[in-house]
Structures are given as C-alpha cells and as structure tokens.
T-cell receptor
C-alpha cells in the first residue's frame, strides 16, 4: 500500500476552472509539502505545512492556495487555472521529530490546463 | 542566493561503464544534501542524505560523496535498471525543513 497517495493522478481542465488536488498520507508524518515539476526546472516548492495549524508559502505560491484538513491530509487548489500551471504536481511528507529531514513523495498528479 | 546545479543534464552509459554525476551548491550554510532517484511518471525516491564534508554513503551500485562545494553520485558497473533521473537537493541552515532541488541528471544505461 502506498504511504503517500495523490488524487487525481491525471486531470485535464480548461482555463479559468477551479481545481483541487488532494494528498493523503499514512506515514504519520507531521510535515507536508506541495511541489510542481517542469521539464528542465526541477522541483519547486509551492506551499508547505509543518503541522495542522501551520501553513507557509514556498518559492512559487502565486495562483495557488492550500488547506491542511488534518495531519494526514493536505490539499492544493488552483482558484482559476491558467495554461502555465500545466505541470506535474507532487506531494511530499517528512517527520519533523527525527531530525532526519528526508522527504517522501507521492506518485504525482499530471495536470493539463487548456 | 542559494543555488544547486547538477551536471551533466543527461548521461548515456553502456552497461558496466562506471561514471559520476555532479551536484554543486552555493549556499549560506549546509544542513544536509539529499539524493533522489526518479523514474518516468513517478515520484522521487529517497536514496541518501549527507551532512558533512568527507561523508560517504553506499547503496548497491551507488555511492554518494560530499565536499564543501559539491557532491558526487558514483554509479559503479551500471545496469539498465539504473536508468532514471537523479536529483540532488540541499537543506540550508536558513531554510530548515525545506529542500531546494537541482534540475536533475537523466541517466540512460544501455545493454
């Protein structure tokens, strides 16, 4: 069973539509992250959360919002999707208590905005 | 500004032909350097964390090393199943808990 799951896995939508990407984890980690990946640019951090009441903007948060509904759930929303938000989106988790800091990634959501 | 640069962008190897990937970094203070493997259409998979210059870690045919300015991922006698994109990332003392990734090196190993 996957420790970090993302839904949907693929989504095609139109410009201006509202989209929500969901992430759930069974690892018991307190920290969760949202990244996007574009060819040649690597992974870039959108938002991160170190616990349920903590939400922080990352490197490229404009046009995105997040909600941490529970320790195990972290959702990413695109309020009004635009074509340059077409990308691979990854959720990740880490355990802030161990000090090890490695992050564990979900399988990704491929989003296409037409 | 912190920077992470990986080279080469792409690497094509014959099976058994050892090689090294480079990850150079310019950061205010390094807290850790991370290596990941990513297969097409999948999420990155954690390989190693290195914390201080001189540290080395190994896993099967992979060995990661760290100096004060760069890290190397050595692939010894690669097999086709080692084909993947290898990503490095840094965590700095100013961005504790967050990773900054390089663009990756795509490795293709042919039989």
């Amino acid at each position: 069973d996957a420790d970090v799951t993302q839904t949907p896995r693929n989504r095609i939508t139109k410009t201006g539509k509202r989209i929500m990407l969901e992430c759930s984890q069974t690892k018991g980690h307190d920290r969760m992250y949202w990244y996007r990946q574009d060819p040649g640019l690597g992974l870039r951090l959108i938002y991160y959360s170190f616990d349920v009441k903590d939400i922080n903007k990352g490197e490229i948060s404009d046009g995105y919002s997040v909600s941490r509904q529970a320790q195990a759930k972290f959702s990413l929303s695109l309020e009004s999707a635009i074509p340059n938000q077409t990308a691979l989106y990854f959720c990740a988790t880490s355990d802030g208590g161990t000090g090890a800091n490695e992050q564990f990634f979900g399988p990704g959501t491929r989003l296409t905005v037409l | 500004e912190d920077q992470v640069t990986q080279s080469p962008e792409a690497l094509r190897l014959q099976e058994g032909e050892s090689s090294s990937l480079n990850c150079s970094y310019t950061v205010s203070g390094l807290r850790g350097l991370f290596w990941y493997r990513q297969d097409p259409g999948k999420g990155p998979e954690f390989l190693f964390t290195l914390y201080s210059a001189g540290e080395e870690k190994e896993k099967e045919r992979l060995k990661a090393t760290l100096t004060k300015k760069e890290s190397f991922l050595h692939i010894t006698a690669p097999k086709p199943e080692d084909s993947a994109t290898y990503l490095c990332a840094v965590m700095t003392t100013d961005s504790w808990g967050k990773l900054q990734f390089g663009a990756g090196t795509q490795v293709v190993v042919t039989p």
